[in-house]
């Protein structure tokens, strides 16, 4: 299993701040099946970013993904109010989805 | 408008069982794998299971194994989930998921409690 960790666990910001969330895989990524997804409390969880990289369908341009190997990155360039939330990054290998322990954004 | 819509859900005791099935539209549903996905009450994502877009490929999380079985119904464009040998720790709100490159729809979530 690879195992995917996420740091920081919490993140204390302002609206306006760069928010950088990290996630760390255990072993070599494949970039394809790197995504990250935001969830609020009591809502299912949002695709962000899939393939690394690339912006889901309806995200704003402030949202960026990057990374490769065993490192990537989310980043928020200026976090909104509405972006206060818990992140999770996302992985396929050795036939099977890994989830990392998520990090909490908030004020 | 892509719709995933989990039933099934609610309280079970240890060592029971119980069915969640997931009904989807606004997408050709046999063309897609689909997953499920669980989150323990205050806790992380965990993914549970998927299917290949014609049920010939499965996949299961090691702690499911033996128990859970995943299948679909594409004439019905839904999915399922059928959970035995239910275990405290299987209590969860379950999604079902639109899976390829990553997850991309996803239910509201049903809660399963396993419970004495």
């Known amino acids: 299993e690879i195992v995917l960790t996420q740091s920081p666990g919490t993140l204390s910001l302002s609206p306006g701040d760069r928010a950088t969330l990290s996630c760390r895989a255990s072993?070599?990524?494949?970039?394809?099946?790197l995504a990250w997804y935001q969830q609020k409390p009591g809502q299912a969880p949002r695709l962000l970013i899939y393939g690394a990289s690339s912006r889901a369908t309806g995200i704003p341009d402030r949202f960026s993904g990057s990374g490769s190997g065993t490192d990537f990155t989310l980043t928020i360039s200026r976090l909104e109010p509405e972006d206060f939330a818990v992140y999770y990054c996302q992985q396929w290998g050795n036939s099977q989805w890994t989830f990392g322990q998520g990090t909490k954004v908030e004020i | 408008e892509v719709q995933l819509v989990e039933s099934g859900g609610g309280l079970v005791q240890p060592g029971g069982s119980l069915r969640l099935s997931c009904g989807t539209s606004g997408f050709t549903f046999k063309d897609y794998w689909m997953s499920w996905v669980r989150q323990a009450p205050g806790q992380g994502l965990e993914w549970v299971a998927n299917?290949?877009?014609?049920?010939?490929?499965?996949y299961y999380v090691d702690s499911v194994k033996g128990r859970f079985t995943v299948s679909r119904d594409n004439a019905k464009n839904s999915l399922s989930l059928q959970m035995n040998s239910l275990r405290v720790e299987d209590t969860a709100v379950y999604y079902c998921?639109?899976?390829?490159?990553?997850?991309?729809?996803w239910g509201q979530g049903i809660p399963v409690t396993v419970s004495s």
């Open positions: 072993e070599n990524v494949n970039s394809k099946y």
């Open positions: 998921a639109r899976d390829g490159s990553a997850l991309y729809y």
């Open positions: 299917i290949k877009g014609d049920g010939g490929e499965k």
